[in-house]
């Protein structure tokens, strides 16, 4: 089945147009009680000088994987663009089924075309991606679908780390090293911050 957009994307990025400085896109991932619901979102700007843009959203940090087989998901009602599978597969998992959620996500928030507009604003936004990672209330860090015991191995890490902080155990405690190994293996760990 081939995908076709309602709306072009980049026409949605002319309907929410940034202004040259410190501003960025949000969006808001919309509730579901389905969890496997189509993902339903809205894009809006924030300001980093007002008080609604301080801390007021978290900001995903994720692997783009790959672009084969994009997924759906609709924006503002009027838009359907196309995303990696991770970033919908992460998009899934962090959609609740009664309160939406403020995202920076670079992927989306930023326009991604490859005309002479486009590219002047992603040259402008990269340079205010630490910004965006600094206001938000928190960052969220996508490392995948959980496999090969990585849900152990997160427990291992954060143990280990309280055992450190607390210097309490005079023995490292047991972890599954493999497990923790295969986790740092993922693409998330080997990417450049401008990824």
Not at 20 to 27: A, G, K
Not at 170 to 193: A, N, T
Request: with cysteine; charged share 20%; glycine share 6%.
């Amino acid at each position: 089945m081939t995908f076709k957009p309602q709306r072009d994307a980049d026409d949605l990025y002319r309907h929410v147009p940034l202004p040259p400085t410190n501003t960025i896109r949000v969006l808001q991932l919309l509730p579901h009680p389905d969890k496997d619901a189509p993902v339903d979102c809205r894009l809006t700007t924030l300001s980093f000088g007002s008080s609604e843009g301080i801390r007021s959203y978290e900001a995903l940090s994720y692997s783009w994987g790959s672009t084969v087989d994009p997924k759906p998901i609709t924006v503002n009602g009027h838009w359907q663009i196309l995303i990696g599978w991770n970033l919908h597969t992460a998009l899934m998992q962090l959609r609740d089924a009664s309160i939406g959620r403020k995202l920076w996500i670079d992927a989306i928030c930023i326009n991604q075309a490859g005309h002479a507009e486009a590219l002047e604003e992603r040259s402008r936004q990269v340079q205010s991606i630490a910004k965006a990672y600094a206001q938000a209330t928190q960052v969220l860090v996508w490392l995948g679908d959980a496999a090969d015991n990585s849900d152990r191995a997160l427990d291992d890490i954060q143990s280990a780390a309280a055992v450190a902080e607390s210097g309490t155990s005079p023995s490292p405690p047991v972890v599954d090293e493999e497990s923790i190994l295969k986790l740092h293996g993922r693409s998330w760990f080997g990417q450049r911050p401008t990824d």
